[in-house]
């Protein structure tokens, strides 16, 4: 009986289990690796990516990191200093001048937004050009495809510089979309899960939380930025590659011939010791030494100095995530009051909305402006929007500026908040030469029924060129 059993259970097993056993488990794809990057870099404009190449190259060689990069314009308003071209032609060459840049770094993942190149310091001028809601849709998808660990970006700011309004909404795009990516109510439709193989509209990405974010700027004084994030040498010498970073980074801006061509014809033709001594030059090297990251927000906790990557396998602190609060305006004890309007306003929103409260900031509200053009001081009144304001505006200007719009009293509509635009016309730099090259201030207060209601200053450098305000 037992010899039966042991000669027929093999066949019962198997006649039984055999179909389930031999059957083969099938493939669920998983999300493409050809895409993911370590470190993401979102800039404004094709060559904007210099900001960071040297610490990128770094991280290429010698960490072994993965960058991708997005540019949010082509690049199309600028100039073209090397051939003919301009407009949508220029903006064509100016992407394969940012590729070619790219890849000299190994860099193959790039992007590019729909943003319109637009010639303003003013973000909110660049936001209303771009089409702020696609652009953001469309930052976070990407976000969610490359899933990034860190990302770097321009700095969100006001500063005297360059202060072009498409690199603050570059940065101010990113913040948002880091806090959102993570968010499965952000963009649902990129969240779909798998469907009909010829549906075309649903991406099914899954959210994605990067770590760390940090801001690099052009700001004239980059000095007021040390010790807001970590440091890396850019003379270092690269061990896999045996050049210093700066001379990668340099042979990757080499690429953009369109913008710098002066440049590039004369670099070409220094040696690698003549290069050296440019470069190591304060007054002429195109990157300061050492260069700062600015931190900007953590999800895994460390301090603003700590290493780009440090705690970057840790799980994201529930605290730490920050999304985008609603601005509730004043409360009634506080109105009427006066504040600085346009992008100085947004900001000063947008900064505690996004947990970016530990961002340095100028100590009085500072911009430069061409000479000879109109200045515009925006203000903002908040009051009792049940009864209309009698307001008062004084105005205190440097020697030789005039004020043609602005002050004298005013009847402000029964509304919570109004807005003013202040016009001064500033001096030619001939004029202003002597008097001016230093940043002059601004000053402008306001009272109502006899009462302070505030005062607001602007420091105002006069320049011989500037982006329209």
Request: glycine share 8%.
């Amino acid at each position: 009986m037992r010899l039966f059993l042991k000669s027929i259970l093999p066949l019962v097993i198997l006649s039984v289990f055999g179909p389930v056993m031999a059957q083969t488990f099938q493939k669920v794809n998983p999300a493409d690796d050809r895409y993911k990057a370590d470190i993401l870099v979102v800039v404004a404009h094709p060559d904007d990516e210099a900001f960071f190449t040297p610490y990128v190259a770094r991280a290429i060689y010698d960490m072994h990191k993965r960058v991708a990069v997005i540019f949010s314009t082509h690049g199309g308003s600028g100039v073209n200093r090397f051939t003919r071209e301009r407009g949508p032609a220029m903006a064509n060459e100016r992407e394969i001048e940012a590729r070619d840049a790219c890849a000299k770094l190994s860099i193959s993942n790039v992007w590019f937004l729909d943003g319109k190149d637009t010639a303003s310091q003013d973000l909110l001028d660049s936001f209303a050009n771009w089409g702020h809601g696609a652009n953001l849709e469309r930052l976070v998808g990407l976000i969610r495809l490359t899933r990034p660990e860190v990302i770097l970006t321009h700095f969100p700011g006001v500063f005297i510089g360059e202060n072009h309004g498409d690199h603050q909404a570059t940065g101010v795009l990113v913040v948002e979309a880091f806090d959102l990516a993570g968010d499965p109510l952000v963009f649902p439709s990129q969240l779909a899960g798998d469907t009909k193989h010829y549906e075309s509209y649903l991406s099914n990405l899954q959210t994605w939380q990067a770590k760390k974010i940090y801001f690099g700027s052009d700001a004239q004084d980059d000095k007021q930025f040390v010790g807001t994030g970590p440091t890396y040498s850019v003379r270092e010498v690269s061990p896999s590659q045996k050049k210093p970073y700066w001379r990668l980074a340099l042979d990757s801006a080499m690429a953009h011939r369109t913008q710098f061509p002066d440049d590039i014809a004369r670099m070409s033709q220094l040696s690698d010791a003549e290069l050296e001594k440019v470069m190591s030059d304060p007054n002429t090297a195109w990157w300061s030494e050492p260069s700062t990251l600015i931190f900007g927000k953590s999800v895994v906790g460390g301090k603003p100095t700590d290493d780009v990557f440090a705690q970057i396998e840790e799980q994201p602190l529930k605290e730490a995530l920050f999304h985008s609060g609603v601005f509730t305006g004043q409360s009634a004890s506080q109105v009427p009051r006066m504040e600085l309007g346009g992008p100085w306003k947004f900001y000063a929103e947008f900064y505690p909305a996004h947990g970016l409260d530990n961002l340095p900031r100028a100590k009085v509200p500072e911009i430069g402006v061409k000479a000879g053009a109109t200045l515009v001081i925006p203000i903002v009144v908040l009051h009792d929007p049940a009864k209309t304001l009698a307001v008062k505006f004084s105005v205190s200007l440097p020697e030789g500026w005039r004020l043609s719009q602005g002050e004298g009293q005013f009847v402000l509509p029964a509304e919570a908040s109004t807005s003013l635009p202040l016009l001064i016309e500033t001096p030619t730099l001939a004029a202003a030469r002597l008097k001016n090259a230093t940043p002059q201030e601004v000053t402008v207060r306001a009272e109502a029924e006899g009462q302070p209601v505030g005062e607001v200053k602007l420091r105002v450098l006069l320049k011989g060129s500037a982006l329209p305000q």
